[in-house]
């Protein structure tokens, strides 16, 4: 090529460029952004039964929804959502299950089992926590814990950002010593928190919409434990609405349905602010329901029917609990069969945020993201077969009885440590766990009672002794384990 021709096509070159240059300078820029990391927003409330709700949490039992109660904004939440009709919390009181939903682990393997025992032994600096989880995917996360914590630890030592410290009953309005006040109605304007607590939360979230920060908020309201309270216009209209067959208490009726309206108030703020898309709202409660008001050891058929018994024991009325999860790509209305409990939470969300698993070789959780993604079909992939729970003490409200539980698809083996006695059932044919399938099945009862043994030794679980409560003692100092 000669140096004429060599000119006429660098001249031919620049004249394309120059055109191509001004055709995308005049064109709007398409601009390709990184998609937005989520927010989640746990909201969890204290002793709410499966059928504590208005929702119908399974499609094909009309007694999975309340007869009494009226929650509107949870339907909606569930309308736009996906209903999981076999959760369960991880024990049947409280603090264990908030332990497990932080770390989790099972309330066994944590060694967490009872309310007001000494956990010197866990390790609450691990870096396996939500909050710490999610700054490791985006350090620009921020996390809040607004309502009842009932952990032994201030919440920033778990990652939280923003908390109201190390709070529990009593911060809610709690008299334990008065078992009369606890049960009749007390008319507040602020009844539990709820309303004080969802400010907060509100503030919270604004803030983050405001800075456009990634968020992890759980909200852990006080409601619906005793002390019942509620406001007296709620009161006044359960007085004139007819009771139902099972739940009759209208105070406690009252207050269900002001937590409702705290729900509420934090959805449509969400909604509001734009993040709706960007947000996955989980709602459930950290264990069943008390059985009846007051509570006694000895009735017929409590406020938990079908399901058996309620709060302290691990029959199904004290750990199925009512579990919604909406969000991006969940599609509405689904009802999920699969059995999941608190321990999949932290799993979760990190998968759904964008962390690799497995996380860890300790982790008794698995992950939901694609029983989420697939119209609640699937099975969750956990280290250990089956759900475990751990109670290994005796309760005078309660059963009375030290006793474990694992659920391995639709089979339940409950296992009592006074008498080694073994209880199985069928709870998808038989919800009330009233046939005991023992005689007839020994083989699965064999089949589940190993599974369970191994995991409690393989975890060293506390184990029961008569007359062993597991307070007032450092865990060491009891020295009994699996």
């Not at 349905?257 to 509420?264: I, P, W």
């Not at 599609?331 to 321990?343: L, M, N, V």
Request: aromatic share 10%.
């Amino acid at each position: 090529m000669n140096l004429q021709n060599a000119k006429n096509n660098y001249k031919l070159f620049a004249i394309i460029c120059g055109v191509v240059f001004l055709y995308f300078s005049c064109k709007p820029a398409k601009i390709v952004t990184k998609n937005k990391a989520p927010n989640f927003i746990l909201i969890l409330t204290d002793d709410q039964g499966w059928n504590g709700t208005s929702v119908q949490m399974m499609d094909d039992d009309t007694r999975s929804k309340s007869d009494y109660h009226q929650t509107p904004n949870v339907e909606a939440l569930a309308n736009r959502g996906m209903r999981f009709s076999s959760a369960y919390a991880s024990a049947p009181v409280c603090s264990p299950s908030r332990y497990s939903i932080q770390f989790g682990q099972t309330p066994a393997r944590l060694k967490m089992i009872r309310v007001g025992m000494n956990t010197n032994h866990i390790h609450h600096e691990t870096s396996f926590t939500i909050p710490k989880l999610l700054k490791k995917i985006n350090s620009n996360y921020k996390s809040a814990h607004f309502g009842k914590w009932g952990i032994d630890v201030d919440p920033s030592v778990l990652g939280y950002d923003e908390s109201d410290g190390i709070t529990g009953n009593k911060d809610g309005g709690f008299d334990f010593r008065s078992n009369k006040k606890q049960w009749k109605n007390n008319i507040s304007e602020d009844p539990k928190k709820i309303f004080s607590t969802t400010k907060k939360a509100i503030d919270f979230i604004e803030r983050k919409a405001k800075t456009k920060e990634p968020f992890f908020l759980q909200v852990s309201h006080y409601a619906v434990h005793s002390d019942i309270m509620l406001r007296k216009e709620t009161l006044k209209k359960y007085k004139n609405k007819p009771k139902g067959k099972y739940q009759k208490h209208e105070g406690f009726a009252a207050m269900t349905e002001d937590l409702d309206t705290g729900v509420g108030m934090l959805l449509d703020r969400v909604k509001a602010l734009g993040l709706e898309e960007d947000t996955y709202i989980i709602y459930t409660s950290d264990n069943g329901a008390v059985p009846v008001m007051p509570p006694k050891r000895f009735y017929k058929e409590g406020s938990n029917f079908p399901l058996s018994r309620g709060k302290w024991d691990a029959m199904e009325g004290g750990i199925r609990v009512p579990f919604i999860i909406a969000g991006p790509k969940i599609k509405a209305g689904i009802e999920a069969k699969t059995p999941i409990t608190f321990s999949d939470l932290l799993p979760t969300i990190s998968d759904i945020a964008g962390y690799k698993l497995p996380l860890q070789d300790d982790l008794d959780g698995g992950s939901l993201k694609n029983i989420l993604t697939k119209n609640g079909k699937g099975n969750v992939t956990r280290i250990s077969e089956g759900l475990i729970f751990h109670v290994p003490y005796e309760n005078g409200i309660a059963i009375k009885r030290a006793h474990s539980a694992i659920i391995v698809d639709n089979f339940k083996l409950i296992k009592f440590y006074n008498n080694n006695e073994l209880m199985l059932f069928d709870i998808k044919k038989d919800i009330k766990e009233k046939n005991n399938l023992v005689a007839s099945l020994p083989e699965k009862v064999s089949q589940l009672e190993v599974l369970l043994d191994n995991y409690l030794s393989k975890v060293k679980a506390p184990k029961w002794q008569s007359g062993i409560s597991w307070k007032n003692k450092t865990l060491e100092k009891f020295n009994s384990y699996h």
